[in-house]
T-cell receptor, first 114, second 112 residues
Framework: AQKVTQAQTEISVVEKEDVTLDCVYE???????LFWYKQPPSGELVFLIR??????QNEISGRYSWNFQKSTSSFNFTITASQVVDSAVYFC???????????FGTGTRLKVLA | DGGITQSPKYLFRKEGQNVTLSCEQN?????MYWYRQDPGQGLRLIYY???????QKGDIAEGYSVSREKKESFPLTVTSAQKNPTAFYLC???????????FGPGTRLTVT
């Protein structure tokens, strides 16, 4: 069975702190795709990143970075120098190759306090 | 601009009435999806469609129906059989080439 676990329900940080959002996934497939989405208060989910199972390179995009480790089945997301605008719910998701179905985690609510 | 549109943004209905939520995409994506989100909760898949005239039930399809007559459109009907229809409904689409889903702005349905 496939599953995505985001154990952190809610995180609060003070502006400029670094914060890491955890994502652990379960699948027996060797080819799959992992995603992170941001859901601001407006409600629309915004795509942040996709990672293929065969590409374990970490990625950095501005203040955002992602750490993909197949050995621990984790795909963690770090925001450096957090800002109030980063406040949102963040979802991690898994899609298996050859399927159209996505499996979402329950989300982590991030509150960045000024 | 390419994207996904959902209308209306807010919808109010009386209990016992069927209601149809609109979802249109001009991204030329093959697959389309409907999710339900309750306050403080994650996304739950209602239905998805990989191609025109074909769709599959998701995890919570009971009380809902869909159609996929055109590639661009995937309307969702919330029937009177749905016990707790008040929720935030999100439509999404994806292509087989890029794999990621893109979401519409959502429709907040309130049934009283």
């Amino acid at each position: 069975a496939q599953k995505v676990t985001q154990a952190q329900t809610e995180i609060s940080v003070v502006e400029k702190e670094d914060v890491t959002l955890d994502c652990v996934y379960e699948t027996r497939d060797t080819t799959y795709y992992l995603f992170w989405y941001k859901q601001p208060p407006s409600g629309e989910l915004v795509f942040l990143i996709r990672r293929n199972s065969f590409d374990e390179q970490n990625e950095i995009s501005g203040r955002y970075s992602w750490n993909f480790q197949k050995s621990t089945s984790s795909f963690n997301f770090t925001i450096t120098a957090s800002q109030v605008v980063d406040s949102a719910v963040y979802f991690c998701a898994l899609r298996l190759s050859g399927t159209y179905k996505y499996i979402f985690g329950t989300g982590t609510r991030l509150k960045v306090l000024a | 601009d390419g994207g996904i549109t959902q209308s209306p943004k807010y919808l109010f209905r009386k209990e016992g009435q069927n209601v149809t939520l609109s979802c249109e995409q001009n991204l030329n994506h093959d697959a389309m999806y409907w999710y339900r989100q309750d306050p403080g909760q994650g996304l739950r898949l209602i239905y998805y469609s990989q191609i025109v005239n074909d769709f599959q039930k998701g995890d919570i399809a009971e009380g809902y129906s869909v159609s996929r007559e055109k590639k661009e459109s995937f309307p969702l009907t919330v029937t009177s059989a749905q016990k707790n229809p008040t929720a935030f409904y999100l439509c999404a689409s994806s292509s087989s080439g890029t794999h990621e889903q893109y979401f519409g702005p959502g429709t907040r349905l309130t049934v009283t």
